[in-house]
């Protein structure tokens, strides 16, 4: 999930899990046992929130060597074609459909994970399957 919300950086998703385990850490005396696991998950969400809106991370960023592959080359195949539509998505959109599609919560899950309400979440959803949808090849069954 951490990698999804980060935009499949694997890296910075190690960040965003340090980050929010670290919060987990300090906050665990005052966590229910009954909600462990939704506060463990809003504490991601969260994390990787604050890490998109952090002043390093709109910095220009320099790479020592060259990526192994050609240009408009995409290795990984669907997986990275899928990060990489994910990544056109603003945070909060990108948030509300990994959470609701890939993760499988409720809009009411999903909700107390953004801390926004029901309505943000069915909104932000919709929006962000209809944006997948448009940037989607579209495909041709052949149901002979």
Known sequence: MATLLVSGDLAKAEDV???A??????AWPRVRPDTAYAYARRCVVNAATDERR?????RERVHAQLPDVVAGEE?????ARVLALLATLPAG??????????????VTEAADAMRC???NVKSQSARG?????????THTYDYA
């Open 93 to 106: 959109m990108r948030a509300a459909v990994v959470l609701r599609y890939v993760e499988g919560l409720s």
């Open 17 to 19: 899990v340090q980050t």
């Open 129 to 137: 399957l209809e944006r997948l949808r448009r940037l989607l090849p």
């Open 54 to 58: 952090s002043l390093f991370h709109r």
């Open 117 to 119: 309400s029901e309505g």
């Open 21 to 26: 385990l670290t919060r987990l850490y300090l």
């Open 75 to 79: 290795p990984g195949g669907d997986e």
